[in-house]
């Protein structure tokens, strides 16, 4: 049974900081691109940050470039990502997804930035 397990969400004022993880199981993590993607309320889903399988190459959205950073544990079967200079445009629904030839989903968590 696959499973994307995201924890890490919360309230932070601007400028703070939160570390978001994603335990998976249920599959070949190592073999799977991880992501992260956000929705905040009235909006489309958007994608955040992605990592290949083997960690050698990422990508960010514009909005969080410099800011956020993705990583895995290949050996943990996790990826994290960690977010600095929070904004309150950051308050959204974090998602992690796992892909290869087909999508998982974890179920997300929370994370709101206001003073």
């Known amino acids: 049974q696959v499973q994307l397990v995201e924890s890490g969400g919360g309230l932070v004022q601007p400028g703070g900081s939160l570390r978001l993880s994603c335990a998976t199981s249920?599959?070949?993590?190592?073999?799977?691109?991880m992501s992260w993607y956000r929705q905040a309320p009235g909006k489309e889903r958007e994608l955040v940050a992605v990592?290949?399988?083997?960690?050698?190459?990422?990508n960010y959205a514009d909005s969080v470039k410099g800011r956020f950073t993705i990583s895995r544990d290949n050996a943990k079967n996790t990826v994290y990502l960690q977010m600095n200079s929070l904004k309150p445009e950051d308050t959204a629904v974090y998602y992690c997804?796992?892909?290869?030839?087909?999508?998982?989903w974890g179920q997300g968590t929370q994370v709101t930035v206001s003073s």
């Open positions: 997804s796992a892909v290869r030839l087909r999508r998982y």
């Open positions: 249920g599959f070949t993590f190592s073999s799977y691109a």
């Open positions: 990592m290949t399988s083997g960690g050698g190459s990422t």
